[in-house]
């Protein structure tokens, strides 16, 4: 390389990415230790806000000046009589008491995934999960369903990151050939919910473990939309999937390896009849895999939870979805990294 090129090549993005846990550790705990929803009460100094906070003196101003200049909050003067304030966004998003909370996801990820993507380098080397089961702990599945207030968290997580998807693909999906649609993994019910609401003609049922169903089906009746959406309980290793002119799973497959993935498309094609469809909501990556960079390092976070799991292309889903016997499959993008697979039998 000669010294002009080197001139006109930078490393601020090599620096910006390498330094990244320094912005995400910050803003995720100023999420865990409430800091947008004590602002959504009002401005506050910065003194003031330590204390509502219980913060030791030594946090400010560093901590609340940071997230002023990450463009989390906003602050009215300078020095210690400057106040601070929630941004437009952090506002909407993150004050625990706005309708459009979705802080959910990111206090999990501060909890659990934070730490566990310390051990990154062990899981490329090992090719092991590298959460609570590292040190004898149970499964991902199995700790959430023993702490039921956990399990509600993870799904209120689970809803925050998949709502802007589910209500795309509720609207973008042509569901004027079909009337049930039953959604696998389904959590809260809320796929089936936004669905339903979009499509009146529509039936759909959530089915989900036992603990799940139970949370789905409050929901669902304080929805008011116990009409036309029911939740029931399954267990996709043991059960059968029941008939469904669609069937749906959302996040479901990158969870496994490729024997179970392929046992719950073969599931979803015999609960099918001619013409119905298979959809998946997922991160799905690009056929060349460059593109999605969120999709791949959702792959790499399910080596994080899970090892052998992994997250795939829109031809991977084709391939396999042929291999069963689906006629033709399509992608539909829905928003940012996430777009749906459908498979039509
Ligand atoms: C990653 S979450 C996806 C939730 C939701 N579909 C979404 O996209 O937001 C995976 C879901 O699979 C469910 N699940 C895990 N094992 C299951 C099993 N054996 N049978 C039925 N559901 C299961 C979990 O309870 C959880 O709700």
Redesign the pocket.
């Known amino acids: 390389m000669t010294a002009v090129d080197s001139k006109a090549l930078s490393p601020a993005r090599i620096m910006e990415v390498g330094m990244a846990f320094w912005p995400a550790k910050t803003l995720l705990s100023a999420i865990k230790l409430g800091v947008f929803t004590e602002l959504g009460k009002g401005p506050k100094t910065g003194a003031e806000l330590r204390a509502a906070l219980g913060l030791h003196e030594r946090s400010t101003p560093d901590f609340f000046d940071t997230l002023v200049a990450l463009h989390f909050l906003e602050r009215e003067g300078d020095g210690p009589e400057g106040k601070y304030r929630n941004t437009e966004e952090t506002g909407t998003f993150l004050d625990r008491n706005s309708p459009a909370f979705m802080g959910g996801f990111l206090e999990m990820a501060n909890d659990r995934l934070y730490p566990f993507w310390g051990d990154l380098e062990e899981g490329l080397k090992t090719g092991r999960a590298q959460n609570e089961t590292k040190n004898g702990g149970k499964g991902m ?1 199995e700790e ?2 023993s702490k039921p207030d956990r ?1 509600e968290q ?2 209120d997580a ?2 925050g ?2 709502v802007g ?2 209500q795309a693909f509720a609207e973008k999906f042509d569901f004027s050939k079909y009337k049930t649609m039953t ?5 809260t019910g ?2 089936s919910m936004l669905v339903a609401k979009q499509n009146p003609h529509m039936s759909c049922t959530s ?3 036992p ?2 169903t139970a949370i789905a089906k409050r929901r669902i009746a304080e929805a008011g939309l116990s009409d036309r959406v029911n939740a029931e309980p ?6 059968s999937i029941p008939p469904a002119d669609v069937v749906t ?4 497959l ?2 496994w390896n490729l024997e179970n993935k392929m046992m719950l498309i073969r599931k979803a094609y015999d609960a099918l009849p001619e013409g119905g469809a298979f959809i998946v ?1 997922e991160n799905l990556i690009d056929d060349a895999r460059r593109e999605n960079a969120f999709g791949l390092m959702m792959s790499l976070n399910m080596l994080i939870e899970f090892g052998e799991a992994f997250d795939f292309s829109g031809a991977d889903f084709d391939g396999w979805c042929r291999e069963v016997g689906f006629k033709r499959t399509e992608v539909i993008h829905l928003a940012g990294p996430a777009s749906a697979g459908v498979a039509y039998k």
Do not use: P
């Open positions: 599945f959430l369903y399990l993870f799904m689970m809803a990151i998949s998807n589910f959604d696998v993994g389904g959590a809320l796929l089915r989900d473990l603990a799940a399954i267990d996709f290793f043991a059960d799973m959302g996040m479901i990158h969870d909501v």
